[in-house]
C-alpha cells in the first residue's frame, strides 16, 4: 500500500543551495502535482502534470523545476534555495475523470517534505 | 485566479459539540471536495459535492453544496476529539483536475 512516497521528510538547506524533492506514486495515475503548505495559505499548486512528458505552471512556479519522464516519477527542483521557499511541501496523484467513469478526480497526497533554508 | 475563502479560520470545542465551517468563492466550480489533514500527513478527501443544492452524509459530518456552486459548508454533529485536524475546501475546476484549495479550517474538539 505505497500509494504516493516522498523523500526526504526533512531537509536544512542554506541559501543557494540547490536540491530535488523526490515524488513517486505506483497507482498508475497520469495527473500528478507539487504544493506547498504555508500556515494561513493554505496549499498552493507549484506545477503540475497530466501525462509523461507533459508539466505546466501552477500558481507559485517560480524557483521550481519539474519533469515527468515516467508516469510513476515526479521531482521537483530547487535551482537556488531562498528563505521564502522554506515551506511543507506536498506532492499529489490523480487518476483521469473521464477515464475512471467519474465527474472529478480525488488527490492522493504523500506524508510530505518539511524544508527549511537558512 | 479563482480563490477560495473559508470560515472561521480557528475553532475550538467541546466535545459534543456541534459546529458548522464555510467555504465560500466568487467563482464556479464544476465540484467541490473537503480533505481533512491530520498533523504530519497529507489530506485526505473526505467527500466530492457535484450538483447545486446537493447534501451529502458520511457518519456525523453532513457536507453541502450552494445551489450557484460557488459555496459549501461541513456541519458536524456531536464532534468528537478524533475529528480535530485541519479541514480544506479544493474547488475542482474544468476535466474534474484543477483543484484549488481555501486556507482551512483548523479543528480543536477538547474532551
Known amino acids: 500500500n505505497a500509494g504516493v512516497t516522498q523523500t526526504p521528510k526533512f531537509q536544512v538547506l542554506k541559501t543557494g543551495q540547490s536540491m530535488t524533492l523526490q515524488c513517486a506514486q505506483d497507482m498508475n495515475h497520469e495527473y500528478m502535482s507539487w504544493y506547498r503548505q504555508d500556515p494561513g495559505m493554505g496549499l498552493r499548486l507549484i506545477h503540475y502534470?497530466?501525462?509523461?512528458?507533459?508539466?505546466d505552471q501552477g500558481e507559485v512556479p517560480n524557483g521550481y523545476n519539474v519533469s515527468r519522464s515516467t508516469t510513476e516519477d515526479f521531482p521537483l527542483r530547487l535551482l537556488s534555495a531562498a528563505p521564502s521557499q522554506t515551506s511543507v511541501y506536498f506532492c499529489?496523484?490523480?487518476?483521469?475523470?473521464?477515464?475512471?467513469?467519474?465527474?472529478?478526480?480525488?488527490?492522493?497526497f504523500g506524508e510530505g517534505s518539511r524544508l527549511t533554508v537558512l | 485566479t479563482q480563490l477560495l475563502e473559508q470560515s472561521p479560520q480557528f475553532l475550538s470545542i467541546q466535545e459534543g459539540e456541534n459546529l458548522t465551517v464555510y467555504c465560500n468563492s466568487s467563482?464556479?466550480?464544476?465540484?467541490l471536495q473537503w480533505y481533512r489533514q491530520e498533523p504530519g500527513e497529507g489530506p485526505v478527501l473526505l467527500v466530492t459535492?457535484?450538483?447545486?443544492?446537493e447534501v451529502k452524509k458520511l457518519k456525523r459530518l453532513t457536507f453541502q453544496f450552494g445551489d450557484a456552486r460557488k459555496d459549501s459548508s461541513l456541519h458536524i454533529t456531536a464532534a468528537q476529539p478524533g475529528d480535530t485536524g485541519l479541514y480544506l475546501c479544493?474547488?475542482?475546476?474544468?476535466?474534474?483536475?484543477?483543484?484549488?484549495f481555501g486556507p482551512g479550517t483548523r479543528l480543536s474538539v477538547l474532551p
Open positions: 479544493a474547488g475542482v475546476g474544468n476535466y474534474g483536475q484543477n483543484f484549488v
Open positions: 467563482s464556479v466550480f464544476s465540484s
Open positions: 459535492v457535484v450538483t447545486g443544492g
Open positions: 502534470s497530466v501525462g509523461a512528458g507533459i508539466t
Open positions: 499529489a496523484s490523480s487518476y483521469t475523470p473521464w477515464t475512471s467513469g467519474r465527474r472529478t478526480g480525488e488527490l492522493f
